[in-house]
């Protein structure tokens, strides 16, 4: 069964929900932040409001100066957060040393992730920033957002956090960062009552899930990767909040295989776009490529002179599978031998495009690396349909998770598990046959295991029946 929202999302009107007026929001002029010091002296920091890229350095003073200025009424945790959290980012500076301590462990009750508490180590003087614990919120799929959302959230951390946030954690959550640890149910109240939003995750537990645009607005997307990313983040709400895994375990949707959340490199089980049947092909629109009237790869190197473009050059030369030729001026793919790389869609978009018949494929293992190396995932599923209700992936998900909840190590990833056990072992206890597409070449040495009941005869041999064929 799909996850069914009970209600449809609220939606927000932040003009009834805000807490500051427009002219609290400004109530500094910009001579007052140019002119601007921070409490702490602060050169190094200085030196990186330079130079073209926005500075964070600006951006903090700027909301240190908003925070000097709001009363005591309109601020609950410590006004100098911002300043206080530049003075020991200076001092790191000059130390090349963190100044946080080490841990923390923090929450909101029912949950057992979703902040990561710290502490200064120099709270005596730096005492606004003696807490500092990060909270992440769950994103919406793909970072869609709307004004009065942002808003509305902006306002509440001004209130009750440092008014800093990361948009976005690399997971894909909204991280708000720093407050106390008493501000952390009433945040968490406001989120679940008023903005109809939840934390994300963290610890050993499903880690908040994320998915390129997809749909929304790719026309490569092979399926609906924001509606997946949402239907299993509700469907194992249970999984993200309360940690129950040997460690952490990260979902990625990618809608095709150029990768735009990098979910094979990113997450423990990895979801691609793909398709099955043939690519299509608009002759009218590769003869308008040739003849130059569309420019190649929708523009994207537009900033350098690469000469007219050459189709035999730039793509079918190009091709990995070297399955693309020309006959006359119609391009011919033999799309039995294409391995869907997406070079000639990404070359000429508006004359290719993927199949119909669309789904994905399910990699798994991808870890940074620590303990036992950086992994990429590993293919296993090469191709499955991806239609809403999902309950062939999800039967999928949870016969891996069965696996390595039971047999995974203390904070052994998923990857290391199989690398453990062996892949062999690995599919076979998820039920997975094993298949060509599974290795890039098969092993080299011979070190290889039989189980007995395959081996004629099998294990048990009596050393006096050899003799009395072999004399000693
Ligand atoms: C006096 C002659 C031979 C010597 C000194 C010799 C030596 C070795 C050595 C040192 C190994 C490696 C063992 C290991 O890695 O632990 C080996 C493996 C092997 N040898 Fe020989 N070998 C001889 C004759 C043969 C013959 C006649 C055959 C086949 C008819 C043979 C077949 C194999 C095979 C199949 C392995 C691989 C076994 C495995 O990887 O488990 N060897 N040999
Ligand atoms: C009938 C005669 C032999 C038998 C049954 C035999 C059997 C074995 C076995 C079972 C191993 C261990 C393989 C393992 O670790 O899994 C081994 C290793 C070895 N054998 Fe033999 N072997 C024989 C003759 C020889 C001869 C004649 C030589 C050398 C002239 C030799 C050199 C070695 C060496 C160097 C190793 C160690 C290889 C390694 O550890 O990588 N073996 N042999
Ligand atoms: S991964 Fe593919 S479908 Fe998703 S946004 Fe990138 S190009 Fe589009
Ligand atoms: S998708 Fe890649 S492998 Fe397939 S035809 Fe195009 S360039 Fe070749």
Known sequence: MAFEPVREMKKLNYEELRIYSDAELKNYTEEELKSFKCKYEIPKLDELEKGPWPSFVSDAKQEALRRRKLSDDQILTHRDAVEDLLGQLELSFDEGETHWKHGGIVGVFGYGGGVIGRYSDLAEKYPSIAMFHTIRVNQPA?????????????????????????????TGDLVLLGTTTEQLEPIFYELGHVLDTDIGGSGSNLRTPACCIGKARCEYACYDTQALCYELTNYYQDELHRPAFPYKFKFKFDGCPNGCVASIARSDMSFIGTWRDDIRIDQDAVKAYIAGDIVPNAGAHKGRDWGKFDIQKEVIDLCPS?????????????????VRCMHCINTMPKALKPGVDTGISILLGAKAPILDGAQMATLMIPFMKAEAPYDNIKEFVEKVWEFWMEEGKNRERLGELMQRVTLPKFIET???????????APRSNPYIFWKEEDVKGGWNRDINDYRSRHKR
């Open 142 to 170: 793909s970072k869609f957002y709307s004004t009065d959302f942002l808003k509305t959230i902006c306002d509440m951390w001004e209130y009750r956090g440092s008014g800093l946030m990361n948009l976005h954690g690399s």
């Open 322 to 338: 070297k399955c693309m030729s020309l006959e006359g001026d119609q391009l011919v793919i033999d799309n039995s031998e294409c």
């Open 430 to 440: 998820i039920g997975l046959p094993p298949a060509p597409q599974m290795v890039k």
